[in-house]
């Protein structure tokens, strides 16, 4: 797993905080959760759902909304509508940074937000929801017993969740304007509603009113003991591998099956590279997938060695093969190889000299003449001839 610190603006021009966590391999799509209210990015059911997302395989793009966490702004300023503001802005680093979000997902007053935010999230295919109210205004049950001051007084100094927090008149004025009931029935990417029946925040009767109002495809998931905020790891695992299975029926990598299709086209036994957006590059070779990228420092994205690193890899796994291959052919006893490689460039006049240095650890009960034989087979393998050989390299264009 990759995990990065990102920072993005909101509408206001105020830096929002967030992470974004990658599987190794290329991400089959990216989720974009958005948390509960009052709550972080760094919640415990948040991490543990973000980790189960990852080891399906799928991205996840977690942050603070403005004025929580470590995001800019005044919590006193924002409300429901600001919150689905920043989803947005997520929503739009990703697509310029990396990939649009093709999932959402919503924890409490956050799936509310995403069930808003779909409509104008055109990449959306599929959206999820857990412990979510059927409508905003459920939050201003919350703060029953200072309405009538916030209406007096135009704010109030409420407690949530053990903090102190102002709550301004236009925050309830906006929970009141929003009418969640036609956004819901409008949604047209797929639903999934995840609810338990004995949450004592956020009743289940907020989840059976989703669900029968929203058109299909929808499913619908009971959390059996689960309690609001998910607060056992069990529970939340659970939560993230079933929303990864649910999606994985609706989402997939626009780049992977855009190069799925090229490279089918080609010879099987084509080495193809093949890149969209960025420095990202979809590698397929006799089958085999992998990625090359460029370092964050260089405009990259860093999920992938470089190209120079891949060739490296080619001198130093050639290498081992190579000396596992004469080793057993001469049944010596080597335990393990090892080949580092450090790779040194200058550039003059135009010219690039590379040199490769090769370091060797071989573990096994080796005496010095075999030892130094072994070095000797290193500069036989087939791709440090190649490195040292004449080499061309002829470029046609198609198309």
């Known amino acids: ?82 919150n689905v503001s920043d989803l947005i802005s997520a929503a739009n680093f990703l697509s310029d940074e990396y990939e649009a979000p093709q999932l959402l997902i919503g924890h409490s007053l956050g799936g509310a937000a995403v069930l808003m935010a779909a409509s104008q999230l055109p990449a959306t295919q599929a ?19 200072e309405q009538a001051t916030i209406e007096q007084e135009g704010k109030a100094e409420v407690e949530l969740a053990g903090r102190r927090f102002t709550i301004k008149k236009q925050f309830l004025d906006d929970l009141q304007a929003v009418k969640m009931k036609d956004v819901i029935a409008a949604l047209k990417p797929s639903l999934l509603v995840m609810h338990s029946p004995i949450d004592n925040t956020v009743s289940i009767d907020n989840a059976a009113h989703i669900f029968q109002t929203a058109k299909h495809p929808k499913s619908f998931v009971t959390l059996d003991n689960a309690d609001h905020l998910l607060s056992s790891e069990d529970d939340a695992h659970y939560v993230g591998h079933v929303i990864a299975t649910w999606a994985s029926r609706y989402v997939q990598s626009p780049v992977a099956t855009a190069a799925t299709a090229w490279h089918s086209a080609l010879d099987e036994t ?130």
Not at 44 to 54: E, G, M, S
Not at 127 to 145: F, K, N, Q, Y
Not at 296 to 314: N, R
Not at 354 to 373: A, I, P, S, V, Y
């Open 127 to 145: 959206v999820a929801t857990i412990g979510a109210p059927c409508d905003p205004e459920h939050v201003a049950h919350m703060l029953r017993s």
């Open 270 to 399: 084509a080495i193809s590279a093949y890149t969209q957006q960025g420095y990202k590059t979809e590698l397929f070779v006799k089958g085999h997938h992998m990625i090359a990228d460029e370092p964050l420092k260089l405009g990259g994205t860093d999920l992938g060695a470089t190209p120079t690193g891949y060739l490296a890899a080619a001198l130093a796994s050639c290498t081992t093969i190579t000396l596992r291959m004469y080793a057993n052919r001469k049944e010596w006893p080597v335990e393990s190889i090892q080949a580092d490689i450090f790779v040194e460039q200058e550039r003059n006049a135009g010219k690039v000299t590379t040199n490769f240095r090769r370091e060797l650890l071989l573990t096994g009960d080796l005496n010095q003449e075999q030892k130094e034989r072994m070095q000797e087979i290193a500069g036989r393998c087939p791709v440090h001839r190649t490195l040292e050989g004449e080499v061309t390299v002829e470029t046609i264009l198609k198309g």
């Open 1 to 82: 797993m990759v995990s990065k610190r990102i920072a993005f603006k909101n509408v206001e021009g105020e830096s929002l905080s967030g992470r974004l966590e990658l599987p190794a391999s290329t991400p089959k799509a990216y989720a974009l959760f958005a948390h509960c209210f009052t709550c972080s990015k760094n919640l415990n059911a948040v991490r543990n759902i973000a980790k189960a997302l990852i080891e399906e395989g799928i991205a996840v793009l977690r942050f603070d909304f403005t004025g929580l966490g470590q995001s800019e702004g005044d919590f006193a300023n924002t409300n429901f509508s600001s």
